[in-house]
């Protein structure tokens, strides 16, 4: 079982939370070429090691959090801020 | 090697079965091959079997870095079906329905394909009327569909909780007779024996670590047993797609997730076919041996282990209970995980490139296996041609950019959610 340190509520098991997306993807510019829609949309980076992934805590307090886990282990190493990164804090 | 028959059984068991050879050579790698075809799963094998009967291409290698049946062709729940809804998909499946039943024929190797039926339970009107529509749809397509009344579904299967106060009553149901479940094992050794029999080297261990490449064309690829070089390279490794194109620069439109499945003890006969469950998602089934084979939602996050967590375990288990009761009183024998390419629209990729000499199969979400005659089939076909068999023409990686995805459920690029 995966547990989640929500930076709000505390450690929580991951039923307590569901499952974003990768949080590294940044959408382009409105008027960037459908090329580079089209990666963003479509494509991924899609790692077999360290993952940085939106989760939201749907079943505590309803934040939106990044955390840093090993899509091998499941080893989760970071949780944070949408807004912050995981290297700020080593 | 010599065929199996029933006479070659007989005569083997007269001398104490002392006298069967293995099924298939355990070859040395030749520095030189028309086609490889990089994972020895069910697509992988079906693809060189395919390759050498249909195209005469004989100078082929399958490497696969574990063993032949390790992994995910025997991490499946077994089921084949076509009860597909959109174009780009239905003569495909369809056409594995028709592979599927000359299999054990065509391969000499018996597959058990079992073809039980698959029955789809609705447990509300609407959901039976989109039922109704999905069975006209397949009939139109000639995919073999009936309604089922809530009796119907009953009297196929006793053990479905029929009480009018459970928490969602039957309401009816969708039949695809002539769908069922093949023996997932015997597909691969069967696969493997025929293509091996007809001059394909099957190299187990052995790890494709890198591509070889002159200028922008793949000429080989570099594995822990040496370099091997090729006119052709056809990937079949789903589950670990993403990986082995990034030693290309390519990003895939493909996540990695697991799926989790489950088999009880064996039991006396208690599902007659392969049974889902509408109101959540369940899909069981009962294996030749007795076990019950069941299983539900992928985990629903990007991961490449081979295990999932139980949260979804216990999803999986209690929408079983909610259907059939009396399955809480066996022991579960067996849980475990598959690693799927969870492409962006639930459809697979089977197409020439993206590359000078790479042939790409990937995408197949978590119905790998009922596709594996199909897809090895079109896969052959189109490392063969240079271009795409008409079932697998839709299936091309630049769908995604022109707009032609092909998306069953409606989810859009979502692929914890197809």
Redesign the interface.
């Known amino acids: 079982m995966m547990r989640i340190n929500c930076p709000y509520c505390g450690e929580r098991e991951h039923s307590e939370f569901t499952y974003g997306e990768d949080a590294t993807r940044t959408a382009p510019d409105n008027d960037a070429p459908m090329e580079e829609w089209n990666k963003f949309v479509y494509e991924r980076d899609n790692p077999a090691g360290e993952h940085i992934e939106y989760w939201h805590h749907a079943f505590g307090c309803r934040a939106w959090l990044k955390v840093q886990r090993n899509t091998f282990t499941h080893d989760i190493s970071w949780v944070g801020l949408p807004h912050e990164h995981p290297e700020a804090e080593s | 090697m010599g065929q199996y028959n029933a006479l070659n059984i007989a005569w083997n068991a007269l001398r104490g079965h002392k006298n069967w050879q293995r099924a298939w050579r355990d070859p040395e790698p030749k520095s030189n091959y028309d086609v490889i075809i990089i994972g020895g799963g069910g697509h992988g094998l079906a693809t060189a079997y395919y390759l050498a009967k249909n195209h005469g291409i004989t100078n082929v290698a399958i490497l696969e870095k574990g063993w032949i049946g390790g992994g995910n062709v025997g991490r499946n729940t077994t089921i084949v079906r076509s009860n597909y809804l959109l174009d780009g998909n239905s003569p495909f499946y369809e056409h594995g329905m028709n592979l599927w039943r000359d299999m054990a024929q065509d391969l000499n190797y018996n597959v058990m394909f079992s073809p039980r039926g698959v029955m789809n339970i609705a447990h509300t009107k609407s959901q039976y009327d989109t039922f109704a529509r999905r069975a006209n749809t397949m009939r139109l397509n000639g995919i073999q569909a009936e309604l089922l009344s809530r009796d119907e579904v009953l009297e196929r299967e006793p053990i479905i909780d029929g009480s009018a106060d459970t928490r969602f009553p039957v309401w009816g149901g969708i039949l695809q007779p002539d769908a069922g479940n093949a023996r997932h094992d015997a597909v691969a050794w069967g696969y493997a024996r025929a293509a091996d029999q007809l001059g394909v080297d099957i190299i187990q261990n052995c790890e494709v670590i890198d591509f070889i490449k002159q200028g922008e064309r793949i000429i080989g690829v570099k594995t822990n047993r040496g370099d091997i070089h090729a006119d052709k390279v056809g990937m079949a490794v789903a589950g670990?797609s993403?990986?082995l194109a990034?030693k290309l620069g390519i990003?895939?439109?493909?996540?990695?997730h697991v799926l989790q499945a489950f088999v009880t003890e064996p039991y006396k006969p208690l599902i007659n076919g392969v049974v889902t469950f509408g109101a959540g998602h369940f899909y069981v089934s009962q294996s030749d041996k007795g076990g019950v084979v069941f299983g539900g939602d992928i985990d629903?996050?990007?991961?490449?282990?081979q295990r999932g967590?139980?949260?979804v375990f216990e999803d999986v288990i209690a929408g079983g209970l909610t259907m059939m009761p009396c399955l809480s009183r066996l022991k579960l024998l067996r849980n475990w995980g598959g690693v799927m390419d969870m492409s962006?629209d639930g459809s697979p990729i089977i197409d020439v490139g993206p590359i000078d000499g790479l042939y790409l199969n990937t995408g197949w979400c978590y119905g790998g296996f009922k596709a594996t005659p199909a897809s090895g089939y079109c896969f052959a076909h189109t490392i063969a041609n240079d271009e795409a068999h008409e079932l697998n023409k839709a299936y091309t990686l630049d769908r995604?950019?022109k707009g032609y995805t092909i998306d069953e459920k409606g989810m859009g690029?979502?692929p914890?959610a197809h």
């Open positions: 670990s993403s990986r990034q990003r895939l439109p493909i996540e990695s629903g996050y990007n991961t490449y282990a967590n139980l949260p962006m995604f950019a690029p979502y914890k």
